[in-house]
């Protein structure tokens, strides 16, 4: 993997010959290692000693219908449908086979999940580099043996456990397993083990535990796990359940009781009455529409190379409200472009370059300015080329230098020794034979950490910073790079210009973000003025006033503070990143990160929202719940709606269910004071279930929603159904007590005024739900109305579900009652719903 300057990560590597020894020095480094042969491999492979592990993003397909089979909800309707089925007839089990077709709807989109999100996952999956036969070869991390030599370099993963064979400055990030924030430097010898991250330097370690003895196969599970983990949405519809669970028992023992009192004389009837009672308590499809609306949303956001590796992610990210961006990777793209290289002046105003010898040449006479300019371009060319071919993985700035200058003449210049880019260092160094045979420490940095303060240079660095452009120092120091501090005796050379591609879609995103009243923060380890100027050029609010993370405040308040008011954030540590993450958050933000950089993955983890780039480094990957597999910024936005439709549209159809629980159970308890026979038989359940709930919830579930995703899902929901469901049962049992109190109507045409009354009511608490009203929406409850008018007029119908009415009286009765209930609920809406 590689990396920018600020530790950014850019494409791996492909397969290659394995790098001479002038790229990958031995010396303490250790011995080189040729891997294992293909027979070597192939012996390995027949006894099983592969990391053949699979790396699940979903659950298994025997998990899935365990899982929306056998729920508690299920199981209570499944016994009233055995009831129905013993004492018949076969229409009044019709709620049966609602819960049938919604259990095969949940398990049908739940495979269609798994099987987008196993496919991206393979996109994804980390392809690790082995030697064998003496080459680097690339391979799938299923791929590797026991024994097996595997390389690193900045930003990759350690898939197996192993010992180290080869190490040039190699330091491993084992935060995610120990805690410890600080990386380990690592020598021949010593242990690594699967799910850490190298953080600088290079080597190769061979595989001592692979499969299901090597901890990998745990942490990769965990990372990229199909999980449905707490999130608000969930945790409040579980405690809306629970509650309903333990209402619904003693509610049912009543109603049983008092029908088989009631209807003594036939017991099947009572039986009928009694389950038609229980049944519309169950708000058996609020959770399997819930499921539902996540897949669904899994899949739109696979098809557009998104992968969610945690479902309540897309609402997580609907709740943000800063987004944590890092510049190179997520506004800008990986690649860079060395557009010009600067000789600095020596003191006495001539130009200074490297000689032979490494003192520096200049004629001191100032008469021979340009053929000097010119002498010193090329002599600084030729270093910068030995240095870049030094880089056995060459970060986008060191590409970019490779790109313009090549290797050097053959023979000129040797390297003796190497220490790669480190983002805590900001700078990599190389130990070369110079031609003149004398030897140098060449350092390759941001200027204001390897300059002192108050250096000439770093007013032109800042010119050229603020321009948007990246410019790195190169300097010469004649001590060794194993000193404490290699850079004590820098003599700056020349400065490096270098210009960063924006990304195009950079800027709308940014846009929508603040339309939409998010607000974006970009942290980066380049230098402030540098990632001020992109972040202006993008438009970003605020990015006039970039700061510098090292004068940020180490107290804890006056950082959140400070992170608070402040936009862009330069020389950022890891760190830093993850402090700045949690003031955010102590301010009561909830916040996204993004990032590509293993510089990234401490905030990232911390974060409330993980988003990770698909080419960035497998530590990035591993531990964000959300990956952009194309790498497109503008990928986000899409994430945020989705999210918005989820949350808000499950909001709606929540109201709608548990309104029919409140009702339900206000009937049932109604009915078991005033002992009269239950005014619904199953059938009739079911036609206004369907009608007022089920149908109209799945569409409302799927329909575009671009509100922003606020707390206290429970209130707001129990406002709407607790008000509502109590008005709607009591104007159904009203007007069903005042049909009764005829004497020249039967039970069942007291059981249609019942029905007709409440089948108003809840219609018009499905037109207070559905606003803003769209002419879909219209059109939705039109149909659903016009519906219900075909069960009532059309003979076969009315038979087959028991409804008729008889007169004009009791029927208009009740259709008044609804009316003044519609009234009701509009003043309950506006009261206790449109006030929160």
């Not at 669970?245 to 004389?265: K, M």
């Not at 030094?390 to 003796?416: F, H, K, T």
């Not at 990160?593 to 993955?601: A, E, I, K, L, Q």
């Not at 009415?805 to 009261?831: F, Q, Y």
Request: with cysteine.
């Amino acid at each position: 993997m590689t990396h920018s300057a600020e530790g950014t990560a850019a494409p791996g590597p492909v397969p290659g010959p394995v790098p001479g020894p002038g790229a990958h020095p031995t010396g303490a480094g250790g011995a080189y290692q040729p891997g294992l042969s293909a027979a070597e491999v192939a012996e390995r492979v027949a006894r099983g000693q592969v990391n053949d592990v699979p790396v699940r993003s979903s659950r298994s397909v025997r998990e899935i219908v365990r899982a929306n089979v056998f729920t508690r909800f299920n199981a209570i309707i499944g016994v009233m449908f055995g009831i129905i089925l013993v004492v018949g007839p076969l229409q009044d089990g019709l709620f049966g086979l609602v819960i049938v077709a919604n259990t095969a709807i949940g398990i049908v989109q739940e495979l269609r999940a798994k099987k987008t999100l196993d496919g991206l996952a393979l996109i994804g999956e980390a392809r690790p580099q082995v030697r064998r036969d003496g080459a680097a070869v690339q391979v799938g991390t299923g791929e590797i043996v026991l024994d097996d030599t595997v390389l690193l370099g900045i930003g990759d993963k350690v898939v197996v456990d192993g010992t180290v064979t080869e190490a040039d400055a190699l330091e491993i990030d084992e935060s995610l397993l120990t805690g410890e924030p600080d990386p380990v430097h690592k020598r021949p010898g010593d242990h690594v083990m699967s799910g850490s991250f190298v953080v600088a330097g290079a080597g190769a370690f061979t595989a001592t535990k692979v499969g299901r003895e090597a901890y990998a196969a745990k942490l990769a599970e965990e990372a990229s796990k199909f999980t449905l983990v707490k999130s608000e949405l969930r945790t409040g519809i579980d405690q809306i359940l629970r509650f309903i669970t333990y209402l619904l028992v003693p509610t049912a023992i009543g109603l049983v009781i008092s029908q088989l009192a009631v209807q003594r004389n036939d017991w099947k009837e009572a039986v009928r009455r009694m389950v038609a009672g229980i049944v519309p308590m169950v708000p058996e499809g609020l959770v399997l529409l819930t499921s539902v609306a996540f897949a669904i949303g899994v899949v739109r956001l696979g098809r557009k190379q998104c992968l969610v590796q945690e479902l309540p992610a897309i609402e997580g990210l609907a709740r943000v409200d800063t987004v944590c961006l890092d510049k190179t990777g997520t506004l800008t793209e990986g690649g860079m472009d060395l557009v010009d290289l600067r000789p600095l002046a020596a003191p006495d105003g001539t130009p200074r370059a490297a000689s032979a010898d490494g003192t520096g040449t200049g004629t001191g006479t100032g008469d021979s300015t340009d053929s000097t300019d010119s002498t010193d371009k090329a002599l600084l060319a030729e270093a910068l080329g030995a240095i870049g071919a030094a880089d056995a993985r060459p970060n986008p700035s060191m590409q970019a230098v490779i790109d313009a200058y090549g290797p050097p003449p053959e023979g000129r210049w040797r390297v003796l020794e190497a220490i790669p880019f480190s983002s805590a260092r900001k700078w990599s160094g190389v130990q070369l034979l110079e031609p003149g045979g004398t030897e140098g420490s060449w350092l390759l940095g941001a200027p204001d950490v390897l300059l002192p303060a108050g250096a000439p240079a770093l007013a032109e660095v800042d010119e050229l910073g603020a321009k948007g452009l990246r410019v790195l120092l190169l300097g010469r120091s004649p001590l060794p790079l194993d000193a404490p501090d290699p850079a004590a005796q820098l003599r700056p050379l020349a400065l490096l210009v270098l210009q960063q591609r924006l990304r195009e879609d950079a800027a709308d995103t940014l846009r929508y973000f603040r339309s939409q009243d998010v607000r974006a923060k970009v942290i980066s380890g380049d230098s402030a003025v540098s990632v001020g100027a992109v972040a202006a050029h993008l438009g970003l609010p605020g990015a006039g006033t970039a700061t510098d993370a090292r004068d940020l405040p180490t107290d804890p308040g006056q950082l959140a503070e400070a992170a608070d008011r402040t936009a862009v954030f330069g020389r950022v540590t890891p760190q830093q990143k993850r402090a700045l993450v949690g003031a955010l958050q102590s301010k009561g933000h909830t916040v996204a990160m993004t990032g590509d950089g293993v510089n990234d993955v401490l905030a990232l983890k911390d974060a409330d929202i993980g988003v990770a780039m698909g080419t960035g480094s497998d530590a990035t990957r591993a531990v964000a719940q959300i990956v952009l597999l194309d790498d497109r910024f503008a990928t986000l936005p899409s994430v945020v709606a989705e999210g918005r439709r989820v949350i808000g549209n499950i909001e709606r159809v929540a109201g709608l269910f548990l309104v029919k629980t409140v009702y339900s159970v206000l009937l049932a308890l109604l009915v078991v004071f005033t002992q009269v026979p239950y005014p619904f038989l199953p059938r009739h359940s079911t036609v206004l279930s369907s009608l007022t709930i089920g149908i109209p919830a799945f569409f409302l579930a799927l329909a575009p929603n671009n509100e922003r995703a606020r707390t206290g899902f429970v209130r707001r929901v129990l406002r709407l159904a607790v008000p509502g469901g109590v008005v709607c049962g009591a104007a159904t049992f009203t007007a069903y007590a005042l049909a009764r109190g005829d004497d020249e109507t039967t039970l069942k045409a007291d059981t249609s005024v019942a029905t007709l009354t409440l089948f108003i009511c809840a219609i018009w608490v499905l037109a207070i739900v559905a606003r803003p009203y769209t002419w879909w929406r219209l059109l939705l409850i039109g149909t659903m109305s016009g519906a219900f008018a075909l069960v009532l007029v059309v003979p076969w119908l009315s038979d087959f579900f028991q409804l008729e009415l008889v007169g004009w009286r009791d029927p208009l009765t009740g259709v008044a009652i609804a009316l003044v209930a519609g009234c009701l609920l509009e003043v309950t809406s506006r009261v206790f719903v449109e006030k929160n």
